[in-house]
């Protein structure tokens, strides 16, 4: 029940950080969605923008992935509802996306990340 108390406030929290990088430096990042079964979360800053990415919070089982626009490396498999503790820098090239591996449903997916370029 805490992971979804959790959700629930990064849904709200989202609605009232910037997600288009006019926010500042140090910033919070921010973001919880709908992602369809077999679909996949990108974690992308905008051109020329780098974040850190913190935590990931998913609703059913996922994958991790490293992808920089043509190859994917699935470095985790992780089973849901569950948090995640993670640290990678983000750039628009180089980004975390979470692939949902419900068979038959969208799941949330959630992550928050601060702005460090």
Not at 12 to 41: E, I, K, M, R, Y
Not at 87 to 104: M, P, Q, Y
């Amino acid at each position: 029940m805490k992971l979804f108390k959790r959700i629930a406030w990064l849904a709200l929290l989202s609605l009232f950080v910037p997600q288009n990088g006019s926010a500042a430096v140090g910033d919070a990042v921010t973001n919880c969605t709908s992602v369809a079964t077999g679909a996949v979360l990108d974690i992308q800053p905008g051109a020329s923008i780098e974040w850190f990415l913190h935590n990931i919070w998913f609703e059913y089982n996922v994958d991790v992935q490293r992808y920089d626009g043509t190859n994917v490396v699935t470095t985790a498999s992780l089973l849901g509802p569950d948090y995640q503790p993670i640290a990678a820098r983000l750039t628009n090239a180089n980004r975390v996306r979470i692939k949902n591996t419900h068979g038959s449903l969208a799941k949330f997916i959630c992550y928050d990340a601060v702005i460090t370029k």
